[in-house]
T-cell receptor, first 113, second 112 residues
Framework: KAGVTQTPRYLIKTRGQQVTLSCSPI?????VSWYQQTPGQGLQFLFE???????NKGNFPGRFSGRQFSNSRSEMNVSTLELGDSALYLC????????????FGPGTRLTVL | AQSVAQPEDQVNVAEGNPLTVKCTYS??????LFWYVQYPNRGLQFLLK??????LVKGSYGFEAEFNKSQTSFHLKKPSALVSDSALYFC??????????FGSGTKLNVKP
């Protein structure tokens, strides 16, 4: 089975711009979660989608949003980028999202200048 | 507030010696506990999980973890470390609302 894929792998943007990241889960996995990884804060949960519905949300501002398509692929959007948004953004998929291990993608490295 | 603590930023151990990577949590209810490992330039990989049952859980690559409810701890252990175990280890907790909380990570250095 192919693993979780994320595109693009690297992005450079400037403050004020917006960005869209994409995640393709493992085939058959219906839950997709997004995390922000930074050296100082570790991994922080952004949100989780299941069957095209946001089922859980972390403590991030509304500039961070996401969606999930009928094929379980997910996108994450960050609007009005700030310097502090520079991070590795990880996507993880699991069968149902509850009590299941998550399978992580390699991440998208976002740099905001 | 819910939180997961990994008190050691770095753990150094000699190859062949036992290793322990510590994790404590402050999460209400009966959470589910996980360990993940991140190798350089690779995504996080699942190691093991505790849902219920025996407090000692065995996982991938010879790792195991001990759940202690009274101390709210879930320490990762391995009887004999390998140089290839050198990586960044994350403890994660899923609360009863199915939200995940990760620790800040512990860098494990295994020296030959």
């Amino acid at each position: 089975k192919a693993g979780v894929t994320q595109t693009p792998r690297y992005l450079i943007k400037t403050r004020g711009q917006q960005v869209t990241l994409s995640c393709s889960p493992i085939s058959g996995h219906r839950s997709v979660s997004w995390y922000q990884q930074t050296p100082g804060q570790g991994l922080q949960f952004l949100f989780e989608y299941f069957s095209e519905t946001q089922r859980n949300k972390g403590n991030f501002p509304g500039r961070f949003s996401g969606r999930q398509f009928s094929n379980s692929r997910s996108e994450m959007n960050v609007s009005t980028l700030e310097l502090g948004d520079s991070a590795l953004y990880l996507c993880a998929s699991s069968l149902t999202g509850y009590y299941n291990e998550q399978f992580f993608g390699p991440g998208t490295r976002l740099t905001v200048l | 507030a819910q939180s997961v603590a990994q008190p050691e930023d770095q753990v150094n151990v000699a190859e062949g010696n036992p290793l322990t990577v510590k994790c404590t949590y402050s999460v209400s209810g009966n959470p589910y506990l996980f360990w993940y490992v991140q190798y350089p330039n690779r995504g996080l990989q699942f190691l093991l999980k505790y849902i219920t049952g025996d407090n000692l859980v065995k996982g991938s690559y010879g790792f195991e973890a001990e759940f202690n409810k009274s101390q709210t701890s879930f320490h990762l252990k391995k009887p004999s470390a390998l140089v290839s175990d050198s990586a960044l280890y994350f403890c994660a907790v899923e609360d009863n609302f199915n939200k995940f909380y990760f620790g800040s990570g512990t860098k494990l250095n295994v020296k030959p």
